[in-house]
């Protein structure tokens, strides 16, 4: 296939954390990037020559010369972003199902309404797909979703997922979880949703939380995906409740089991209101049987420590620094869009990147904090050449008008331009009329 025209994007600024074979914590680099058949060619100093790499063929023979490339002006640079936990069965529902005092259990009565009355395979698709809309016209290239398995909706979802997840294949790339409380996985229904997850080639999910017998579940549920091949992803202390320590109970149970595949634990919301000795041996724990953490700052800020008509007391977000100052995995990630759980959002990964900033304190400096959206969650998902801007990688990038991370964190960046195997996009949004005419509960 042939992507043209070649294009250059010259004297740009890009993070120095997302260049390939940069050990660099943070700052930025001014780099030219050469863009021949879709794909990165060249990354150079500005103004020289790109040179030919193993990655990128040389330049053939009567080829243009670089300084006649059609030049792309950007302020910045940075490759497509990868969104590691989201839900987009359940988004978009806000305007038929509000949650009615913006409470954790209200989030769960109103999806739980919702879902019983609406989620047919065509009300799933529509949304999801209108979800996928979003995110690809903002720079996204690939999506984890977590997808309701509440009986019999499993069985629905599932199979829209994977009807989606081959439309969009070469757009973005979609992974699916598996969701489903903990005190629920019991058999048959734990294996038949498994198997199910294995057929789609997803990862395995629950939801975890302090039950009597955690421990025998969590044995079950990493047998189930050893049996399996499967990878796992948790929702994982979604409280302040700092006797809420199940991310320790899936680390002992990781270890216990001697499991090989990737673990990922989301929110963890409750390791920040323990005491320092508890966080120091979960901690531990965690780094020890290598489990990643997805913290989903907008949503747990929505969510947690909400009491009507009282001021929240505290953020609801894990430790982040603390994660990452042990070298633990940690992504961003954007959660739930307009539904119960967070009315707001649009699929929108920088959003999501720049609230966290604000509210994680995640700068001063910003270090490496922009893997969190990009190579560190591809690395999680296993999907190579996604997350970095490296020679021989595809030309799916995001181009800003901001020079520095300063100009880019303070507005929402509307006039960026999204470039897929070098090519503009259209970067139209759907419009919410669409969605006008949902069945309301």
């Known amino acids: 296939m042939t992507h ?14 997302l260049l390939e074979d940069r050990d660099d914590e943070g700052g930025d680099i001014t780099v030219d990037i050469e863009i021949r058949d879709g794909k990165i060619a060249a990354i150079s100093p500005p103004g ?6 193993p990655s990128a063929p040389p330049t053939p023979p009567g ?10 002006s950007a302020g910045m640079v940075w490759p497509g972003f990868v969104d590691l936990h989201t839900h987009l069965d359940k988004g978009h529902i806000w305007p038929r199902a509000e949650n009615p005092d913006g409470t954790f259990a209200g989030a769960i009565d109103a999806v739980r309404a919702d879902r019983r009355a609406n989620w047919s395979a065509d009300d799933v698709r529509r949304r999801f797909d209108f979800g996928l809309r979003c995110a690809y016209a903002h720079g996204t290239v690939a999506i984890r979703t977590h997808l309701d398995c509440e009986p019999p909706q499993h069985r629905i979802s599932l199979p829209v997922f994977q009807e989606l997840r081959d439309a969009w294949a070469g757009r973005i790339a979609l992974q699916a979880v598996s969701l489903l409380p903990i005190d629920r996985m019991d058999e048959p229904l734990s294996t038949e949703i498994a198997d199910q997850v294995a057929d789609v080639g997803g990862v395995l999910g629950a939801v975890t939380f302090m039950v009597p017998d955690l421990a025998a579940r969590l044995d079950r549920v990493f047998r189930l995906a050893a049996e399996r091949g499967l990878d796992l992803d948790f929702h994982v202390d979604e409280t302040d409740d700092p006797m809420a320590t199940s991310l320790r109970e899936i680390a002992l149970a990781a270890l216990r089991n001697r499991f090989t595949g990737k ?6 919301c409750s390791l920040a209101r323990q005491p320092p000795r508890a966080v120091a041996l979960t901690l531990g724990l965690v780094r020890e049987a290598g489990i990643a953490v997805v913290s989903l700052p907008m949503c747990n800020l929505y969510l947690q420590d909400r009491v009507p008509g009282r001021t929240p007391r505290w953020r609801g977000v894990t430790l982040l620094h603390e994660l990452a100052a042990q070298n633990t995995p940690v992504a961003l990630a954007s959660d739930n869009c307009r539904d119960p759980f967070y009315a707001f959002g649009d699929h929108d990964m920088l959003e999501v990147f720049r609230e966290a900033v604000r509210i994680g304190h995640l700068d001063r400096p ?8 990009t190579a560190t969650p591809a690395d999680i998902m296993g999907l190579e050449n996604h997350g970095r801007i490296a020679v021989g990688a595809p030309a799916d990038l995001v181009l800003f008008g901001a020079r520095n991370a300063n100009e880019l964190l303070s507005r929402p960046q509307s006039d960026r331009i999204v470039l897929r195997a070098g090519r503009p996009i259209d970067r139209r949004l759907p419009d919410y009329q669409e969605l006008d005419g949902q069945r309301s509960t």
């Open 366 to 373: 910003l270090g490496s904090w922009p893997r969190a959206v």
């Open 48 to 53: 020289t020559t790109a040179k030919s790499s």
């Open 4 to 17: 043209g025209p070649d294009l250059l994007i010259a004297n740009t600024r890009v993070p120095a954390c």
């Open 63 to 72: 080829s243009m010369p670089k300084s006649r490339l059609p030049t792309l």
């Open 263 to 268: 673990i990922v634990s989301g929110h963890c």
